[in-house]
């Protein structure tokens, strides 16, 4: 059955075109330019550019710039940036808010006209004031019955720049003793003698939020404006202002819940701290979740995808586990990346018999799982290096790598059996020495014996030095997110670890910054696109190949 597949948004559409309230669908995504987007906005954007899809019907990029503050225009960029990542195509409907202004204002003197708007010249003390609590109705302003032709002329004034910021408002005139406080006289637009990025000086009045928004979407001409829990209370003022500008097919307001991530930073106060305090690289750095930290990581648009449509939508606020979207990375990345060997913790291992100077090139198949990914060329010779874990001078119960005696596999190469090893002045191994049988050699049939282990490995003359940086999460939801004491983060020591001295095969000539792979055995990684140079690797561990987490 469709409609039980359907969630509570989509159904609520099914009836809005069967009862023909609409006959499109058109839908928004309308951040405000002041900050980075996080893996929330991207819910809001493949949400409503999803329902578009579906109904083919339309997808508005909007950007919602009706509140002029300084920072603004450096993040239109990144914001446009981001949603293109994530395949949100909004074609040729971009639009401003603050483009609307001239429109609002027309709206303003129109609700003027209407008896539906007057100017206050209360304080915002005293307006907070008259406005009552939940449990006692308010007051109404004594500039309430100002007539029609006063409300024009003072709100012209305003316009005109001759008050002060805060000297006068414009209510909307609507019921001081409602239950829903947000329709007690909620102002419309205040006194600001600010540039705004997109307008400069021509305005010294803003509209607010609560009725500039809902003119935007009218203007628009979009049908379902969705948007979070927290506007709940505000739809009654939100269908006042589209029905008393009387707009012929009014929008209409859908709530959703946000979506929170355990184990993550989302506060943008705490990341502003945390960037200012240098305790992360920047507002892309890779334990973030702004979209740029997750691209900077080296999640895919389709990760991110399957992870909002795993979360789903509805109406009670929950919390996904950041588990979700590293198994969603892992499923993506699976048989679209090659397997390549990388040693992060490197120590040599040398073949006694195998001929100095000698060289062979093996076939490496890119991932056994997905042979249109071809395969590589990988030298072979006398000295590897391999995981410094992989060996051991005595070894455990079920240790079944390198110990001296035991044999194993070198992966895509031949048995190697552990001979000698070799130890500095402090008693660290410093060498493995192995000799290797020739009979054993990959793909080569060999079923003389069967050893338990199998190991990665590189060529030493050939590897290719890199930096790799290893990341946890940056707070613990079990240890406690916030410390007791200050309220101030409580931060996993261990949220980065920068290993300097890896080496990985020499078959990454020729890769990009954010192109991705599995290193087998260690996970999947990227390479940063900040810090890396072709001469100069720098990998990102996007996850580990293991997780407790089950779908
Ligand atoms: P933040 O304060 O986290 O940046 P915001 O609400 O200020 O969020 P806006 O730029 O105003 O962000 O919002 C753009 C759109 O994204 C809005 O429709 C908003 O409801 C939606 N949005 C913001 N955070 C989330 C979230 N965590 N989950 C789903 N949608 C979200
Ligand atoms: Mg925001
Ligand atoms: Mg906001």
Redesign the pocket.
């Known amino acids: 059955n469709e409609t039980i597949s359907k969630n509570f948004i989509e159904q609520e559409i099914d009836k809005d075109l069967a009862e023909g309230v609409y006959d499109h669908v058109s839908t928004r ?7 980075y ?5 991207a ?3 493949l ?1 409503n550019y999803g329902l578009a899809q579906k109904y083919n019907g339309t997808f508005h990029m909007r950007f ?1 710039d009706t509140n002029p503050t300084k920072e603004k225009v450096e993040f239109v960029d990144s914001i446009k940036d981001d949603i293109q990542w994530l395949g949100a195509d909004w074609k040729d409907h971009l639009y401003f808010a603050s483009d609307y202004f001239e429109q609002m204002y027309e709206f303003a003197l129109k609700l003027i006209k209407k008896g539906k708007a007057y100017v206050c010249d209360l304080s915002p003390e005293e307006i907070r004031e008259y406005r009552g609590t939940l449990t006692e109705v308010g007051k109404d302003s004594p500039y309430r019955n100002r007539s029609v032709e006063e409300n024009l002329e003072l709100f012209q004034a305003m316009k005109d720049g001759k008050y002060k910021d805060g000297e006068k408002v414009l209510r909307a005139k609507i019921d001081m003793a409602s239950p829903n406080i947000n329709m007690r006289d909620p102002i419309i637009y205040r006194v600001a003698h600010i540039s705004h990025h997109n307008t400069g000086d021509k305005w010294c009045i803003y509209p607010m939020y609560d009725y500039a928004h809902p003119l935007e979407d009218a203007i628009e001409g979009i049908t379902h404006s ?3 829990l927290e ?1 709940e209370d505000h739809r009654p003022l939100y269908d006042w202002v589209v029905k008393e500008c009387e707009f012929e097919q009014p929008p209409r307001q859908i709530e ?5 991530l355990t184990n993550v930073v ?1 506060g ?1 106060r705490y990341i502003k701290k945390l960037v200012e305090d240098n305790i992360v690289d920047g507002w892309d750095d890779p334990r973030l979740v702004s979209i740029a930290a997750l691209r900077r990581r080296g999640f895919t648009p389709e990760s991110i995808k399957m992870f909002i449509d795993l979360c789903g939508v509805s109406k009670s606020q929950s919390s996904v586990d950041y588990a979700m979207l590293e198994y969603c990375i892992r499923e993506d990345l699976k048989m679209k990346k090659a397997r390549m060997m990388a040693v992060l913790d490197p120590i040599k291992l040398v073949i006694d018999n195998y001929p100095e100077g000698q060289v062979e090139y093996l076939d490496v198949a890119n991932n056994l799982e997905n042979e249109e990914l071809g395969s590589r060329k990988v030298p072979f010779c006398r000295e590897l290096y391999i995981e410094r874990e992989d060996f051991m001078e005595e070894p455990p119960k079920k240790y079944f790598r390198l110990f001296p005696g035991n044999e194993v596999r070198l992966m895509h190469a031949y048995f190697v059996k552990c001979e000698s090893f070799v130890k500095d002045e402090n008693g660290n191994v410093t060498e493995v020495h192995c000799t290797y049988d020739p009979e054993t050699k990959c793909g080569g049939g060999f079923t003389g014996r069967k050893v338990k282990g199998t190991i990665h490995w590189v060529p030493a003359p050939y590897a290719v030095k890199a930096e790799v940086r290893l990341y946890e999460n940056l707070v613990d939801e079990e240890k406690g997110v916030y410390n007791k004491e200050d309220g101030s983060l409580n931060l996993n020591p261990n949220s980065l670890t920068v290993l300097k001295d890896c080496y990985v095969e020499p078959s990454f000539d020729g890769a990009e910054p954010t192109d991705s792979f599995q290193f087998v055995r260690n996970g999947y990684f990227c390479i940063d696109a900040k810090d890396s140079s072709p001469d100069a690797l720098v990998f990102n561990r996007i996850v580990s190949l293991k997780s407790s987490f089950k779908l």
């Open positions: 995504f309308p951040p405000e330019p002041n900050g987007l996080h893996i929330g906005h819910k809001s954007i949400l919602d969705i948007c979070t506007f959703f819940a946000k979506l929170y989302t943008k």
